[in-house]
């Protein structure tokens, strides 16, 4: 079955700092994979996803993503935090093939320190 | 922006009675999805519906949720005799198109807390 890991429930960083959040995916047939995320008492909100296309995928607020199929990861990077990415962020796929249900990962909890 | 939204935001309930969740889904959309987070765990897929049917369901799903469109725009999730367990963070989504990597937009989610 398809599972999806990230590294660490808890990350912190300085403002200014580079943003890593590190995950990874089991599967055998490259899934379509995506980051959301959440900030307090809101829904999910689209980051960025990556869809078989171009292997480093820009998404929102200056976030990118890359694919690395010999890694089975899709780490999200942002070069420089700022205080307003404080919020949960989850990676999660969609297997090919099986519909759109949306399998995640643990989830990140981002803060960002002045 | 379109967006979906969910009610009641926090429905407390007392264990064994029925619940219905509500939620809108964007209107142009067609496949729809509730999601749940136990508080502390990962966000988990219960069920996705499209053209008035169950497409696909988790091993939560069983015979006390139900879920149903019951008139072009609401999309609610009956969990019939809740249980402790139940407690947790529901999500509705909606998206345009399904297994194509289409996102899913999500509501803010309604807390339900079974006592």
């Known amino acids: 079955a398809q599972s999806v890991t990230q590294l660490g429930s808890h990350v912190s960083v300085s403002e200014g700092a580079l943003v890593l959040l590190r995950c990874n995916y089991s599967?055998?047939?490259?899934?379509?994979l995506f980051w959301y995320v959440q900030y307090p008492n809101q829904g999910l909100q689209l980051l960025l996803k990556?869809?078989?296309?171009?292997?480093l995928v820009k998404g929102i607020n200056g976030f990118e993503a890359e694919f690395k199929k010999s890694e089975t990861s899709f780490h999200l990077t942002k070069p420089s935090a700022h205080m307003s990415d404080a919020a949960e962020y989850f990676c999660?796929?969609?297997?090919?093939?099986?519909?759109?249900?949306?399998?995640f990962g643990q989830g990140t909890e981002l803060s960002v320190k002045p | 922006e379109p967006e979906v939204t969910q009610t009641p935001s926090h429905q407390v309930t007392q264990m064994g009675q029925e619940v219905i969740l509500r939620c809108v889904p964007i209107?142009?959309?067609?496949?729809f999805y509730w999601y749940r987070q136990i508080l502390g765990q990962k966000v988990e897929f219960l069920v996705s519906?499209?053209?008035?049917?169950?497409?696909?369901k988790s091993e939560i799903f069983d015979d006390q949720f139900s879920v149903e469109r019951p008139d072009g725009s609401n999309f609610t999730l009956k969990i019939r005799s809740t249980k402790l367990e139940d407690s947790a963070m529901y999500f509705c989504?909606?998206?345009?198109?399904?297994?194509?990597?289409?996102?899913?937009?999500f509501g803010p989610g309604t807390r339900l807390t079974v006592l």
């Open positions: 989504a909606s998206s345009l198109n399904s297994g194509t990597g289409d996102e899913q937009f």
């Open positions: 599967s055998s047939v490259p899934p379509y």
């Open positions: 990556y869809t078989s296309a171009a292997t």
């Open positions: 999660a796929v969609t297997p090919n093939n099986q519909g759109g249900k949306l399998i």
């Open positions: 209107s142009n959309h067609l496949y």
């Open positions: 519906f499209y053209n008035n049917e169950i497409s696909e």
